[in-house]
């Protein structure tokens, strides 16, 4: 059984950052890349960024890319996106997906999801 569990959203101010980490317990049988999407509210997801577990490989969206940093610890099963100069238009709900054929996937391409974890960017 894989569970999926995103931990570290919260309220930040525009310019600051966050870092959320995601842990998957129980490896995938598949390939075993990691992504984040996120939604906003009356948006669709939104790809954001994913890493290959092996290898570590990374993809980001144009839209993050330079802000956003993707990074894995195998001791700890856990994936982190460390998210710096952010902006009011970052505010979602941020999810962590594990399973994903590779770090180009979709997210109906990933066959693991956790719960979501909210980030809000707001003076």
């Known amino acids: 059984q894989v569970q999926v569990v995103e931990s570290g959203g919260g309220l930040v101010q525009p310019g600051g950052s966050l870092t959320l980490s995601c842990t998957v317990s129980?490896?995938?049988?598949?390939?075993?890349?990691i992504g984040w999407f996120r939604q906003a509210s009356g948006k669709e997801h939104e790809f954001v960024a994913a890493?290959?577990?092996?290898?570590?490989?990374?993809n980001y969206a144009s839209s993050v890319k330079g802000r956003f940093t993707i990074s894995r610890e195998y001791a700890k099963n856990t994936v982190y996106v460390q998210m710096n100069s952010l902006e009011p238009e970052d505010t979602a709900v941020y999810y962590c997906?594990?399973?994903?054929?590779?770090?180009?996937?979709?997210?109906?391409?990933?066959?693991?999801w956790g719960q979501g974890t909210q980030v809000t960017v707001s003076s």
């Open positions: 997906a594990a399973g994903g054929p590779s770090i180009y996937a979709r997210k109906d391409e990933y066959p693991y």
């Open positions: 890493i290959a577990w092996t290898g570590g490989a990374t």
């Open positions: 129980g490896r995938p049988s598949r390939n075993y890349e």
